[in-house]
């Protein structure tokens, strides 16, 4: 199953800079040809960009991350 990224449509406030360097470092690693997660990971373990904790990334970090900045805020 390959990978696809989706670009994004509307955002509630810019990135942050921590958004931005993950999603630098994940478009520099796809463009390499990596597309399975344990790539991913080990690749991203390469970088100096790291989850909130500090720690390394493992497939469940990266899955929740990703999951966590995907939530759409909630509009009134």
């Given at each position: 199953?390959?990978?696809?990224?989706?670009?994004?449509?509307?955002?509630?406030?810019?990135?942050?800079?921590?958004?931005?360097?993950?999603?630098?470092?994940?478009?520099?690693?796809?463009?390499?040809?990596?597309?399975?997660?344990?790539?991913?990971?080990?690749?991203?373990?390469?970088?100096?960009?790291?989850?909130a904790?500090?720690?390394?990334?493992?497939?469940?970090?990266?899955?929740?991350?990703?999951?966590?900045?995907?939530?759409?805020?909630?509009t009134?």
């Amino acid at each position: 199953m390959a990978l696809r990224l989706e670009p994004v449509q509307a955002r509630a406030h810019e990135p942050t800079s921590y958004e931005e360097a993950l999603a630098d470092e994940l478009e520099a690693i796809f463009g390499r040809g990596v597309h399975d997660l344990p790539g991913l990971v080990a690749a991203l373990n390469e970088t100096g960009v790291r989850p909130a904790d500090g720690a390394d990334w493992t497939e469940e970090s990266f899955r929740a991350e990703i999951a966590r900045l995907g939530v759409k805020e909630q509009t009134r």
